[in-house]
């Protein structure tokens, strides 16, 4: 059961870094922000590039919760946790597929199982 509850925190761990930094993303690039609740393209490599380091971010710490909870079975654990996150992230960024480069898409969904598993890595076993 300590491995379902690692699973859940580690998810919602990253849900609520991803929001709280998107309002800071929001305040820091207005124009790109308001461009994309319009549902227009977004095409401010700063903008994208700021949502893949917070993304990094927010795998890295999700990563070292499951991990932290997890104990013993934290590789487990992390593994299903960023499974997790990768079919919600495929999700989303099939939702808004036409509004960013596709380059953004695949590093943002590429990046987020390396990155929980680094993070998970840097828990003390």
Do not use: N
Not at 79 to 105: K, N
Request: net charge negative; with cysteine; proline share 2%.
């Amino acid at each position: 059961m300590r491995s379902v509850w690692a699973v859940v925190a580690g998810f919602l761990l990253w849900s609520v870094v991803w929001f709280v930094g998107g309002l800071g993303l929001a305040a820091l690039f207005v124009e790109s922000h308001e461009a994309f609740l319009a549902g227009e393209a977004i095409h401010d490599v700063a903008y994208l590039a700021s949502a893949i380091v917070l993304s990094v971010v927010c795998s890295f710490l999700a990563g070292m919760t499951t991990a932290s909870i997890a104990k013993d079975a934290a590789k487990d654990a992390t593994l299903i946790m960023a499974l997790l996150l990768l079919v919600t992230g495929i999700a989303v960024q099939a939702s808004a597929w036409d509004l960013m480069p596709i380059w953004y898409h695949l590093v943002f969904l590429v990046l987020i199982g390396p990155v929980c598993l680094a993070g998970a890595r840097r828990v003390p076993a």
